[in-house]
């Protein structure tokens, strides 16, 4: 059985490990936006704030069902 996604995703920055919260309404809206044409193995992203980074999701569920996982 899918585990629902949180109202927040934990996401973090790779490069300077910032990490922020983003509500899992506006992420999941941008997953669906991105279905056309672009690479699902790539999670959603988001610019950080403090760096030149991409962050992405520590641990996020699709809406295709694919699970996206960092791991450092």
């Known amino acids: 059985m899918k ?5 927040e995703i934990e996401f973090i920055c ?3 490990k910032t990490i922020e919260f983003i ?3 506006i992420v999941e809206m941008l997953d ?4 056309v044409n672009v690479d699902t193995s790539v999670p ?4 950080c704030e403090h760096c030149s980074g ?3 999701p520590k641990y996020y569920i699709g ?3 694919k699970i996206y ?4």
């Open 44 to 47: 959603p992203r988001f610019d």
């Open 23 to 25: 509500p899992s309404e």
């Open 32 to 35: 669906r936006a991105d279905q």
């Open 69 to 72: 996982k960092f791991e450092d």
């Open 54 to 56: 991409k962050m992405v």
């Open 14 to 16: 790779p490069k300077c």
């Open 3 to 7: 585990e629902k996604n949180p109202k």
């Open 63 to 65: 809406v295709k069902g």
